[in-house]
T-cell receptor
Framework: DAGVIQSPRHEVTEMGQEVTLRCKPI?????LFWYRQTMMQGLELLVY????????DSGMPKDRFSAKMPNASFSTLKIQPSEPRDSAVYFC???????????FGSGTRLTVV | GNSVTQMEGPVTLSEEAFLTINCTYT??????LFWYVQYPGEGLQLLLK?????DKGSNKGFEATYRKETTSFHLEKGSVQVSDSAVYFC???????????FGKGTHLIIQP
């Protein structure tokens, strides 16, 4: 199993540009989570899906962030327009059962200049 | 709501020393508890878990026991190595809650 795959690993963009982060969960995992990690805030849950449906996106700034899961093997997190305060590492994680723990991807380090 | 509190560090130890990283939690239900480890430039890896009171999770020489009476899940290792240097996160998953709740992370530095 290749694990949770995220792309790109690094992204540098200018303020105001659109950024799209991608995630492929482990096959058979019905839950998919997007987290953001910063030094100040630690790990924050942005949004999560169950069976491709958004279950909770209360952690996501909805004026500029959007998350989709068009099929069971692919999810995107889009930021438009991007701002310097969005600079962080974004992690995708998946699981088949929340009590068993999650498998995390390697993350996307986003820098907005 | 749910919360996890852990010592933030950095914690600096010499090789072969005994390690304890404290973790306490608050949960509305009966949570599952986890320790994750993050090496520089990498994602979080599940280190060990426990799903009910008095369960002991163990992996790679690390252990943690689910103590419901003290709402704690302290991480221990008898003899640390330089390769254990990383950030360690305590986390809980509560039935009905959304996602894992993480502590702030403890940066562990092991010196040769």
């Amino acid at each position: 199993d290749a694990g949770v795959i995220q792309s790109p690993r690094h992204e540098v963009t200018e303020m105001g540009q659109e950024v799209t982060l991608r995630c492929k969960p482990i096959s058979g995992h019905d839950y998919l989570f997007w987290y953001r990690q910063t030094m100040m805030q630690g790990l924050e849950l942005l949004v999560y899906f169950n069976n491709k449906a958004v279950m909770d996106d209360s952690g996501m700034p909805k004026d500029r962030f959007s998350a989709k899961m068009p099929n069971a093997s692919f999810s995107t997190l889009k930021i438009q327009p991007s701002e310097p305060r969005d600079s962080a590492v974004y992690f995708c994680a998946s699981t088949f059962d929340r009590s068993y723990g999650y498998t995390f991807g390697s993350g996307t380090r986003l820098t907005v200049v | 709501g749910n919360s996890v509190t852990q010592m933030e560090g950095p914690v600096t130890l010499s090789e072969e020393a005994f390690l304890t990283i404290n973790c306490t939690y608050t949960a509305t239900g009966y949570p599952s508890l986890f320790w994750y480890v993050q090496y520089p430039g990498e994602g979080l890896q599940l280190l060990l878990k426990a799903t009910k009171a008095d369960d002991k999770g163990s992996n790679k020489g690390f252990e943690a026991t689910y103590r419901k009476e003290t709402t704690s899940f302290h991480l221990e290792k008898g003899s640390v190595q330089v390769s254990d240097s990383a950030v360690y996160f305590c986390a809980l998953s509560d039935w009905g809650a959304d996602g894992l709740t993480f502590g702030k992370g403890t940066h562990l530095i092991i010196q040769p």
